[in-house]
């Protein structure tokens, strides 16, 4: 079937009824004021399959897919108060063959009015979401969903014994878990002094680089283990610690070294929320002398992550924000004015961090899948103040540590491999090729 015929096929949705709306979660509200070709807000998650993707037979999994998570079809309106979400009744949008950079901005009216694209490289399946529609647990909840429908598309054994149903174990829960579970009269407790910031050349317009580092699980742990660390907190550490040695060269600095960390809350409030919900720690070291040694960096970090992550301290963060939110005041200014207001509070946060590294945890398919299943990706698009990010995710035995970035050289991404080679850990490193020389 040709793309022509592909189009005819798909009809938008009948609607004999006002379509549905929904409310935007605390965080966001942020994304749509801040978005735009330079900050897309957009993050990949990436499946890669055993076998090479068929564009088409993706096409007919993401359309049978997308009716079942009203939270993925949608689109974005504006109020005089606030955006929120309307249901969309267009065809799904249209799969195509990667052929450019990833984590673009994402046009609704170039794409069926959708906050997310699907996309296909070799045997990778590729979504880029909006961060308005949710986190990477959201993401991760409808790649699963769509990869599952394309490989029983794929395998008529296996969707003979599997059917076109969703897992019982995947969420379509929408609450705004932030509403549910504030508490009121907290105070703001958490920085926003202005970090450290890297500058060096970078690469060409619209070129971004992405390295992904493989490594062995039970080897991680080992090293972790003997630093008295945890996977997260040690891969953070090494990340501040190449910042510091591929840019300070070991000397003083005026600002610190801050890694925003998200923290996902659902296992600290027993939620299952398809909308975003988590906040940042920020992972500091404060360079106030020269040469501090490896160790002394990783025990710094450590402290400094464990004295945030605690569910008080997280409850205490988007307690604050949801405050705001529901001050009736703020409530009532017009979203032209909010959005000044807001635009202002995100450029002092995001200066208050040097980069980003995020963990969206280990990846778990159903077993009947596990045999088409390579591994899984994910990674960010760059935001103000930060060229460069961190992204940790597993999948079975393999840790993978991605690299987003539009630096014109790798010297952290160098500095960070070497460090866990010398730790003794066996690396595997794969490129998008922007490196390549």
């Known amino acids: 079937m040709n793309r022509k015929q592909n189009k005819a096929k798909r009809k938008p949705q009948r609607r004999s009824r006002e379509p549905k709306w929904d409310k935007l979660d605390n965080t966001a509200h942020l994304f749509p004021v801040i978005a735009g070709d330079d900050m897309t807000n957009v993050y990949r998650i990436s499946a890669v399959l055993k076998?090479?993707?068929?564009?088409?037979?993706?096409?007919?999994?993401?359309?049978i897919v997308l009716p079942k998570f009203d939270g993925f079809n949608v689109r974005l309106r504006q109020g005089i108060f606030w955006y929120y979400f309307e249901e969309n009744g267009k065809p799904a949008p249209e799969v195509r063959e990667e052929d450019t950079y990833p984590c673009r901005y994402i046009l609704q009216n170039r794409n069926n009015s959708y906050l997310f694209r699907v996309t296909y490289y070799q045997?990778?399946?590729?979504?880029?979401?909006?961060?308005?529609?949710?986190?990477?647990?959201?993401?991760?909840?409808?790649?699963?969903?769509l990869t599952y429908q394309y490989l029983r598309l794929s395998h008529p054994k296996l969707r003979e014994q599997e059917g076109d149903r969703l897992s019982a174990d995947t969420s379509l829960n929408r609450e705004d878990s932030f509403l549910q579970n504030y508490k009121k009269g907290h105070a703001r407790n958490y920085r926003s002094g202005r970090a450290y910031i890297m500058k060096a050349p970078k690469l060409?317009?619209?070129?971004?680089?992405?390295?992904?580092?493989?490594l062995n699980i039970p080897q991680l742990k080992e090293v972790c283990k003997s630093h008295g660390m945890s996977i997260n907190e040690y891969l953070v550490a090494l990340c501040i610690w190449s910042i510091y040695q591929g840019f300070l060269h070991g000397a003083q600095a005026k600002r610190p070294v801050r890694a925003a960390v998200p923290v996902?809350?659902?296992p600290y409030f027993d939620s299952v929320t398809t909308k975003n919900f988590f906040v940042m720690v920020s992972a500091e070291f404060w360079p106030k002398k020269e040469n501090y040694s490896f160790e002394e960096v990783l025990e710094i970090v450590k402290e400094s992550l464990r004295s945030q992550i605690t569910k008080e301290n997280l409850e205490d963060i988007f307690s604050y924000n949801v405050?705001?939110?529901?001050?009736?005041?703020?409530?009532?200014?017009?979203?032209?004015?909010?959005?000044?207001?807001?635009?202002?509070?995100?450029?002092k946060s995001a200066l208050a961090n040097t980069t980003t590294v995020t963990n969206i945890g280990s990846i778990r398919v159903r077993e009947p899948y596990e045999p088409y299943i390579e591994m899984f990706h994910s990674f960010l698009a760059m935001s103000k103040g930060q060229l460069l990010k961190g992204n940790i995710c597993s999948y079975q035995n393999t840790l993978v540590f991605t690299f987003s970035s539009v630096f014109e050289k790798p010297v952290v991404q160098k500095i960070f491999f070497r460090t866990l080679a010398a730790e003794g850990l066996d690396v595997k490193i794969e490129s998008n090729g922007v490196y390549y020389e």
């Open 323 to 347: 405050s705001n939110e529901k001050n009736l005041a703020m409530r009532a200014v017009p979203l032209l004015i909010k959005n000044l207001a807001i635009r202002s509070v995100y450029t």
């Open 123 to 145: 045997c990778r399946i590729n979504l880029e979401v909006f961060h308005v529609l949710t986190d990477g647990m959201g993401g991760i909840n409808f790649l699963k969903e």
């Open 204 to 214: 060409r317009a619209q070129e971004f680089g992405v390295m992904h580092g493989y």
């Open 264 to 266: 996902n809350l659902r």
């Open 51 to 63: 076998e090479p993707v068929v564009g088409t037979v993706l096409q007919d999994a993401l359309d």
